[in-house]
């Protein structure tokens, strides 16, 4: 049943009201229905430490839409929510919070450190969760998953240790990228490459066999020199053949060191003499371990150099001892110069440090299923929206390396390794890893516990996150995977998630996927996802990526304060092409408020402008419309109605979601407010048009709900009730969106002609008004019009001229065969002549034109003058210099526009 709605939107009581009855009644509840298609989406889980950004916004804003249009479909769908545990983020938190009461991890102890983590949890973890609700997320709440609750870390468990026992895990000694701040190893993902400004240092070492004869070795890196054991040159340089074999002393510590041949040296970088530090550069490593040369490792974990470095040297920051081991070299005649250079460093995506390669114990993975995960893309099985990025991930694939997962932290999935007590581990053997009388490998761990000790680190947390699409579901526990509806719901429907992490995580879902859900059967059984949908980056308005830094992130919530989440969502949508990165503009939050409004004052007007009819179903809605009684502009509006859903439903197959906003932007202001609500306001007065009018607007407004709903769910979730849409206490997520069908069954059907016929009225309008605006005319309504028309269109005219004079402000529209010096537009019914000398002062009309006309002469022939000085345009910023340019075109632009009026006022 209808009912009054207030003269204003009040998004804040709406939302609340609204989001409150949704969870009462279970409206995100999954459920398995064999008489439904399933569709499921799994959030991408936010950090356990994190609070509401607008990439969150924006990733969830999408998902949310996606599901709320399956739900009309009739889909039975599912989001699944979670947070995740973000093992070193988390960690490094709580270490902030203990050094601020004079505590480090270690004086607690692993036991009591884990239980403060898992306090500050309980007391912060579930904020994001919460302000996801304030967002409109319609996810199933009751099914929010936690990487560190028993279930998911039992499967994180299990898959390593089904892994280990298939040959993907092994330990072993490598090379990794360590974290000095962290103090934890990372994979290659989570190392981000700087352009950095730094110092070549060009120095010498003697050659032992040849006293007083020097070689000379260029490097970024002299703080790593006292770990050198080696000096490498390649084979085919001439220069240097000869010293291949000889020795060259090492300047500090100082020992005699060899010098090789080995063809990955770079001839033309530096001097073509490559120092070989195998502990502290990958590269290194391998020219070391094919010539034999000793590992000579001269960095603490923390970063600062160790007594191998030397007495003078050891405690010191490697970024002080590099300026120190400078220093040294000078003062021994050593160093030779001192040269700029940019190069890319790795840096530490969490710590933002420098990187440093390190030789470390850990445990790596050979990726399972590596051709399969190509082959699902390739052949379109996993479609990627937009497509350009499956050659990212296919060229990331072709190049793959094994996976670090292993990190030094505490919290997070200890990895289920235990050694027997009193072996060294620092010798153990990939047989030994097999052997069970040394190494044991199991969820529950060793039967005798007293005799083993568990390995101290804990799993990548990426580890436990490329398990998500199927261990959310109770996997691998069948009872509860099958009371989850993992079979019904797996594989998900979309994926949606940012480009940086295809790597990180999208790839190893997939991977995941096809090694452990359905071994033996098709592809698209096994797959996690079929779409994967990649947002863009959301940055400010002069380009920047957002960052607490910059201070030029917005906080959500402040937004959904002041605009509403409605206005929010309709907002960032409104400028999120597909894959493309966002300039954000709060001015667009403001229009999505804006546009809410004139929904809510649409769906007034139409509550205030009759009875309310029978709107109970659609067909009720249809029931009311009398066919014969349709004027031009209601075919024409049914028409847009028709064709406005089938855009949108386009936009959903092909995800385009901003286009779908601008879709529905232009029918509901444009088409209908615009247009069709203020051409009918005379027929309301009709009694004989006035039920079929309101009629239409019923229809529309129901329909323009409908497909806004997804978007905006709060004000379109208010207005469905406040209009006595649907059945008592039905929601608008359970009634399909599209009405076509109906309304041929209904036996409505648009006739081109007419839709023409007002399509040309509306254009006619337009046309009209931005010619009086050319004149200021546009608030006058008297004024008179000349049609120079054929007769078909006049007959048109004639029919509307009430709508036409009322529509374009006209107090008169006369046809004449010609019309000489007045005004014209050409418009799909004929040209149109404005009388100016009825409407305007003509002599003050062109003074205030004249006096507009030299000022924009003086500016264009500065301008010119401007642009035409070398000195300006070789030394000012180009921005500068196409600013000035463009301002020039714009004023000869109005300059000749300007030249045209005066002309049609006949001066």
Same mark, same amino acid.
Request: charge should be negative.
């Given at each position: 049943?209808?009912?009054?709605?207030?003269?204003?939107?009040?998004?804040?009581?709406?939302?609340?009201?609204?989001?409150?009855?949704?969870?009462?009644?279970?409206?995100?509840?999954?459920?398995?229905?064999?008489?439904? &298609?399933?569709?499921?989406?799994?959030?991408?889980?936010?950090?356990?430490?994190?609070?509401?950004?607008?990439?969150?916004?924006?990733?969830?804003?999408?998902?949310?839409?996606?599901?709320?249009?399956?739900?009309?479909?009739?889909?039975?769908?599912?989001?699944?929510? $979670?947070?995740?545990?973000?093992?070193?983020?988390?960690?490094?938190?709580?270490?902030?919070?203990?050094?601020?009461?004079?505590?480090?991890?270690?004086?607690?102890?692993?036991?009591?450190?884990?239980?403060?983590?898992?306090?500050?949890?309980? /007391?912060?973890?579930?904020?994001?969760?919460?302000?996801?609700?304030?967002?409109?997320?319609?996810?199933?709440?009751?099914?929010?998953? =936690?990487?560190?609750?028993?279930?998911?870390?039992?499967?994180?468990?299990?898959?390593?240790?089904?892994?280990?026992?298939?040959?993907?895990?092994?330990?072993?000694?490598?090379?990794?990228?360590?974290?000095?701040?962290?103090?934890?190893?990372?994979?290659?993902?989570? !190392?981000?490459?700087?352009?950095?400004?730094?110092?070549?240092?060009?120095?010498?070492?003697?050659?032992?066999?040849?006293?007083?004869?020097?070689?000379?070795?260029?490097?970024?890196?002299?703080?790593?020199?006292?770990?050198?054991?080696?000096?490498?040159?390649?084979?085919?340089?001439?220069?240097?053949?000869?010293?291949?074999?000889?020795?060259?002393?090492?300047? =500090?510590?100082?020992?005699?060191?060899?010098?090789?041949?080995?063809?990955?040296?770079?001839?033309?970088?530096?001097?073509?003499?490559?120092?070989?530090?195998?502990?502290?550069?990958? #590269?290194?490593?391998?020219?070391?371990?094919?010539?034999?040369?000793?590992?000579?490792?001269?960095?603490?974990?923390?970063?600062?150099?160790?007594?191998?470095?030397?007495?003078?040297?050891?405690?010191?920051?490697?970024?002080?001892?590099?300026?120190?081991?400078?220093?040294?070299?000078?003062?021994?005649?050593?160093?030779?110069?001192?040269?700029?250079? &940019?190069?890319?460093?790795?840096?530490?995506?969490?710590?933002?440090?420098?990187?440093?390669?390190?030789?470390?114990?850990?445990?790596?993975?050979?990726?399972?299923?590596?051709?399969?995960?190509?082959?699902?893309?390739?052949?379109?099985?996993?479609?990627?929206?937009?497509?350009?990025?499956?050659?990212?991930?296919?060229?990331?694939?072709?190049?793959?390396?094994?996976?670090?997962?292993?990190?030094?932290?505490?919290?997070?999935?200890?990895?289920?390794?235990?050694?027997?007590?009193?072996?060294?581990?620092?010798?153990?053997?990939?047989?030994?890893?097999?052997?069970?009388?040394?190494?044991?490998?199991?969820?529950?761990? @060793?039967?005798?516990?007293?005799?083993? &000790?568990?390995?101290?680190? !804990?799993?990548?947390?990426?580890?436990?996150?490329?398990?998500?699409? =199927?261990?959310?579901?109770?996997?691998?526990?069948?009872?509860?995977?099958?009371?989850?509806?993992?079979?019904?719901?797996?594989?998900?429907?979309?994926?949606?998630?940012?480009?940086?992490?295809? =790597?990180?995580?999208?790839?190893?879902?997939?991977?995941?996927?096809?090694?452990?859900?359905?071994?033996?059967?098709?592809? &698209?059984?096994?797959? @996690?996802?079929?779409?994967?949908?990649?947002?863009?980056?959301?940055?400010?308005?002069? $380009?920047?990526?957002?960052?607490?830094?910059?201070?030029?992130?917005?906080?959500?919530?402040?937004?959904?304060?002041?605009?509403?989440?409605?206005?929010?969502?309709?907002?960032?949508?409104?400028?999120?092409?597909?894959?493309?990165?966002?300039?954000?503009?709060?001015?667009?939050?403001?229009?999505?408020?804006?546009?809410?409004?004139?929904?809510?004052?649409?769906?007034?007007?139409?509550?205030?402008?009759? @009875?309310?009819?029978?709107?109970?179903?659609?067909?009720?809605?249809? +029931?009311?419309?009398?066919?014969?009684?349709?004027?031009?502009?209601?075919?024409?509006? %049914?028409?847009?109605?028709?064709?406005?859903?089938?855009?949108?439903?386009?936009?959903? !197959?092909?995800?385009?979601?901003?286009?779908?906003?601008?879709?529905?932007?232009?029918?509901?202001?444009?088409?209908?407010?615009?247009?069709?609500?203020?051409?009918?306001?005379?027929?309301?007065?009709? @009694?004989?048009?006035?039920?079929?009018?309101?009629?239409?607007?019923?229809?529309?407004?129901?329909?323009?709900?409908?497909?806004?709903?997804?978007?905006?769910?709060?004000?379109?979730?208010?207005?469905?009730?406040?209009?006595?849409?649907?059945?008592? $206490?039905?929601?608008?997520?359970? #009634?399909?969106?599209?009405?076509?069908?109906?309304?041929?069954?209904?036996?409505?059907?648009?006739?081109?002609?007419?839709?023409?016929?007002?399509?040309?009225?509306?254009?006619?309008?337009?046309?009209?008004?931005?010619?009086?605006?050319?004149?200021? %005319?546009?608030?006058?309504?008297?004024?008179?019009?000349?049609?120079?028309?054929?007769?078909?269109?006049?007959?048109?005219?004639?029919?509307?001229?009430?709508?036409?004079?009322?529509?374009?402000?006209?107090?008169?529209?006369?046809?004449?065969?010609?019309?000489?010096?007045?005004?014209?537009?050409?418009?799909?019914?004929?040209?149109?002549?404005?009388?100016?000398?009825?409407?305007?002062?003509?002599?003050?009309?062109?003074?205030? %034109?004249?006096?507009?006309?030299?000022?924009?002469?003086?500016?264009?022939?500065?301008?010119?003058?401007?642009?035409?000085?070398?000195?300006?345009?070789?030394?000012?910023?180009?921005?500068?210099?196409? +600013?000035?340019?463009?301002?020039?075109?714009?004023?000869?632009?109005? /300059?000749?526009?300007?030249?045209? %009026?005066?002309?049609?006022?006949?001066?």
């Amino acid at each position: 049943m209808a009912t009054e709605i207030s003269n204003s939107y009040d998004p804040k009581s709406v939302e609340s009201k609204w989001y409150a009855a949704w969870q009462d009644a279970g409206c995100f509840s999954g459920r398995v229905d064999s008489e439904r &298609e399933p569709y499921c989406i799994v959030i991408p889980p936010p950090n356990v430490t994190g609070v509401l950004t607008m990439g969150h916004v924006l990733n969830n804003t999408i998902q949310d839409i996606l599901i709320r249009r399956a739900r009309q479909e009739g889909k039975s769908a599912l989001w699944i929510p $979670g947070t995740d545990h973000a093992g070193l983020a988390t960690q490094t938190r709580v270490e902030k919070v203990l050094r601020e009461e004079g505590l480090t991890r270690h004086d607690l102890g692993r036991e009591k450190f884990l239980e403060r983590v898992w306090e500050w949890r309980e /007391r912060h973890g579930n904020i994001i969760i919460e302000q996801l609700k304030r967002l409109g997320a319609s996810c199933d709440w009751d099914r929010t998953v =936690f990487t560190m609750d028993p279930h998911y870390s039992r499967a994180v468990l299990h898959v390593f240790v089904e892994l280990f026992k298939r040959g993907h895990i092994y330990r072993g000694r490598r090379m990794v990228n360590w974290c000095p701040a962290s103090r934890t190893a990372l994979s290659d993902e989570e !190392v981000i490459m700087k352009p950095q400004r730094g110092i070549l240092y060009r120095m010498r070492y003697e050659i032992v066999e040849r006293p007083g004869t020097f070689v000379e070795i260029s490097t970024t890196r002299p703080e790593t020199l006292m770990g050198d054991t080696g000096v490498a040159v390649h084979p085919e340089d001439e220069r240097y053949r000869d010293l291949v074999g000889l020795h060259v002393w090492r300047p =500090f510590p100082r020992e005699a060191i060899p010098i090789v041949a080995d063809p990955v040296v770079d001839r033309e970088f530096g001097t073509g003499v490559l120092k070989i530090t195998p502990a502290h550069d990958k #590269v290194d490593f391998e020219i070391g371990q094919r010539h034999n040369l000793p590992i000579r490792d001269v960095l603490n974990p923390d970063g600062t150099l160790n007594e191998l470095a030397g007495e003078e040297f050891a405690g010191m920051d490697r970024f002080e001892a590099r300026k120190a081991a400078a220093r040294k070299l000078a003062e021994l005649g050593l160093l030779v110069a001192e040269e700029p250079y &940019e190069n890319n460093v790795g840096f530490s995506e969490r710590a933002d440090v420098p990187i440093e390669p390190r030789l470390s114990e850990q445990w790596f993975l050979r990726y399972p299923r590596v051709e399969e995960a190509m082959q699902a893309v390739r052949d379109g099985v996993i479609r990627f929206h937009p497509a350009r990025w499956s050659k990212v991930y296919l060229n990331w694939l072709e190049n793959i390396q094994d996976w670090c997962i292993s990190r030094q932290v505490w919290w997070g999935h200890r990895i289920p390794v235990w050694y027997r007590k009193g072996l060294d581990r620092s010798k153990l053997t990939e047989a030994d890893l097999r052997d069970p009388e040394k190494v044991h490998v199991s969820l529950e761990g @060793p039967p005798d516990p007293e005799n083993w &000790e568990q390995d101290e680190d !804990v799993l990548d947390t990426w580890a436990s996150s490329w398990l998500w699409p =199927f261990a959310t579901m109770g996997w691998p526990d069948e009872a509860a995977a099958k009371q989850a509806g993992l079979d019904y719901f797996y594989p998900t429907a979309t994926l949606v998630t940012g480009p940086d992490i295809i =790597f990180f995580w999208v790839a190893r879902m997939i991977m995941a996927g096809l090694e452990f859900m359905r071994p033996g059967e098709p592809l &698209e059984r096994r797959i @996690p996802f079929r779409d994967v949908y990649f947002t863009g980056i959301i940055r400010d308005a002069q $380009g920047r990526k957002m960052s607490k830094s910059l201070g030029n992130s917005p906080d959500p919530l402040d937004l959904i304060d002041r605009y509403g989440a409605d206005g929010l969502r309709f907002g960032i949508m409104s400028i999120a092409p597909q894959g493309q990165d966002i300039r954000f503009a709060e001015e667009r939050v403001e229009g999505g408020r804006n546009f809410c409004n004139k929904l809510w004052n649409a769906c007034r007007f139409r509550r205030i402008s009759g @009875p309310a009819g029978d709107n109970s179903s659609l067909d009720a809605i249809l +029931g009311r419309i009398d066919a014969a009684a349709l004027d031009a502009n209601d075919h024409a509006i %049914l028409s847009r109605l028709l064709e406005t859903e089938e855009a949108i439903e386009k936009c959903f !197959v092909e995800y385009e979601f901003s286009r779908a906003i601008q879709t529905l932007y232009t029918f509901f202001w444009n088409d209908f407010c615009d247009w069709y609500v203020e051409v009918s306001k005379a027929r309301l007065q009709d @009694p004989a048009q006035r039920d079929t009018c309101l009629a239409v607007q019923d229809l529309v407004i129901r329909q323009a709900l409908l497909l806004l709903h997804p978007f905006i769910p709060f004000i379109t979730e208010e207005l469905w009730h406040l209009l006595g849409y649907g059945r008592e $206490g039905q929601f608008i997520q359970n #009634v399909a969106p599209g009405c076509r069908d109906a309304v041929a069954a209904a036996g409505l059907r648009t006739e081109p002609a007419l839709v023409e016929e007002a399509q040309a009225l509306k254009a006619a309008v337009a046309a009209v008004r931005a010619l009086k605006a050319e004149y200021n %005319l546009a608030g006058k309504r008297d004024v008179r019009l000349f049609a120079v028309v054929e007769d078909a269109a006049w007959g048109v005219i004639e029919r509307n001229e009430a709508l036409l004079q009322r529509m374009m402000g006209a107090a008169s529209i006369e046809r004449r065969d010609s019309v000489e010096g007045a005004p014209a537009t050409l418009t799909p019914l004929g040209t149109l002549h404005l009388d100016l000398s009825a409407s305007l002062d003509v002599a003050a009309e062109r003074e205030r %034109l004249g006096r507009e006309m030299e000022k924009l002469e003086k500016a264009i022939q500065g301008a010119r003058a401007r642009l035409a000085n070398e000195s300006f345009t070789a030394k000012a910023p180009p921005a500068v210099v196409e +600013g000035a340019r463009r301002q020039l075109a714009e004023n000869e632009a109005r /300059r000749d526009e300007i030249a045209r %009026l005066l002309k049609a006022l006949g001066s």
